[in-house]
């Protein structure tokens, strides 16, 4: 992915990447302070704000291959098994039941898969979204700040899967993260944001 001279003003934010190269295949961090343009980057990539001016080239990728993980995730008003299949039912995709509930299991929500997911904890909530957010395989996933507020415990378990799904499926990974020197040794390349530009 290719990202040329994008623009966008937001209150006080004023964004601003003359270039930047998103390598395929690699785990990316984007680092900086509070209100640098981290989300804002995260979103015009998505296509959930429209860029002032610039563009974004996918270099093939479709909307439908790539996922985003926010710091306060989206909840369907459904089951929590339910909110996980999601994706793959609106991508058409074949639900392997016994896969979608090994990953649950693994993250300690198969107990309350029929649970409402409106009713699940804050830490609950980021497990669902992580879940739903790969369990289709994509090709690239942006997390804003999802690894921030989470006990140490399930910090190190997300790390894990997603340096199995990176090595699985060579997918490509951009985390928001301002927890730098705890996040260096997840990335392969570190992309430093201040005040709307990537200065390194």
């Known amino acids: 992915m290719r990202i040329t001279e994008l623009r966008k003003k937001i209150g006080k934010t004023d964004l601003y990447i003359e270039d930047l190269k998103i390598e395929s295949g690699l785990v990316h961090g984007l680092v900086g302070p509070n209100g640098c343009g981290k989300t804002t980057l995260l979103k015009l990539i998505m296509g959930i704000v429209q860029p002032d001016s610039g563009s974004v080239d996918y270099e093939g990728l479709s909307m439908t ?52 997911a409106g009713s699940l904890s804050s830490g609950e909530r980021q497990k669902l979204s992580f879940i739903r957010a790969i369990v289709f395989r994509p090709k690239m996933v942006l997390m804003d700040e999802t690894l921030s507020n989470l006990d140490a415990e399930s910090e190190a378990l997300f790390r894990e899967i997603i340096m199995e799904r990176h090595r699985e499926d060579g997918s490509t990974w951009l985390i928001v993260s301002h927890q730098w020197d ?10 430093h944001m201040e005040k709307g530009r990537i200065v390194k």
């Open 182 to 191: 705890e996040m260096n040794d997840l990335f392969d390349k570190v992309h």
């Open 65 to 116: 291959d790539m996922t985003m993980m926010s710091q306060r995730p989206y909840l369907m008003h459904t089951s929590v098994y339910d909110n996980i299949i999601y994706p793959l039912k609106i991508r058409g995709e074949k639900i392997d039941r016994d896969e979608v509930e090994a990953l649950m299991e693994r993250v300690g929500l198969l107990d309350l898969k029929d649970q409402y």
